[in-house]
């Protein structure tokens, strides 16, 4: 029973999605309706785009509702239920081709990515996040606050301003709040790091007493405590919003690590390798994976074997 609840949930995201886009062609059209017809199929539909709608953020979703209306006019007495579900739509996803997906329950919503895929996802106030591959965001707004927690990954929030409503974001052991502008945060493992790219933040690492102002081209980074203000290379670290990596001459290991974050295809190291002598320097598809290992072979004499569909290891 779980199996089949997940299914139907992913199939509504995606008709969601397909919906929002625009009028659908005759033949999805019609490929909908029998979809819609299959036990469960019409509640989770139906789910998806109340969530949508409980969270103010389908402006303009004329389309939306008109295919709710017309598909759904004989799914009545459906369950209005606030169970977790998926939900895609009014999005634009670029990379593996997927469709990202939020979840939604009454306390908020989670917004994630997977392997190779990057999201633009409006917010219900009007702000907007962008979401690096393989990145989870949990949003919770209420009237007093705004409130975005970074799970894992990669996240760049244009915030719309309002100074009577503090938007706040919670990545690591870091609190970041501020009334607008446009700033990135990142977590990896057990690193943190928060860049300003306009406007201003107040950060305070858990423990700290009084928050640090973080103004247009500055950062903190680094594990758990107190982190030092630095200056932000913000076209390196921004980048990948373009799709792209940027290195300055970072070892091998860290560069396939940083792929391997972004790319479908992944580059594995052959145990006992000694790579770290060879350091990467330039910008690259994040996408370009298997192109990067061919390269290496031309440009560093590395043997690279491809494992599977997916995998290339790297060898010496």
Known sequence: MMRRRIVDEDEAARWFAKADRGPLAADDRKAFLEWLEAPGNAEAYQETVDAWSSLRAAKGADGLMAMRAAALRDASGISRRRAIFGLAGAATAAGGGGVAVMMASAAGATIRTSAGE?????????????????????????????????????????????????FQVVVGDERAQGSGGRFQVTKQGDTAQILIEDGALDVAAAGQSAPRRLTTGQMVSGQAGPKSVAAADLDA???WRDGRLVFNDTPLPQVAAAFNRYSSDQ?????????????????????????????????????????DRTTWEIAE
Do not use: C, K, W
């Open 118 to 166: 990057r999201l633009t996802a409006p917010l219900p106030d009007g702000s907007s996040v962008t979401l690096a591959p393989l990145s989870r965001v949990r949003v919770q707004y209420d009237a007093q606050r705004r409130r975005v927690r970074l799970v894992e990954g990669q996240a760049y929030f244009d915030m719309r301003s309002a100074p009577d409503r503090p």
């Open 237 to 239: 670290l921004t980048a």
């Open 267 to 307: 580059l594995s190291l052959a145990p006992g390798a000694r790579l770290d002598d060879i350091r990467i320097s330039g910008s690259f598809r994040y996408d370009g994976a298997r192109e990067f290992a061919n390269a290496l072979r031309v440009g560093f004499g590395v043997r690279v074997h491809q494992v």
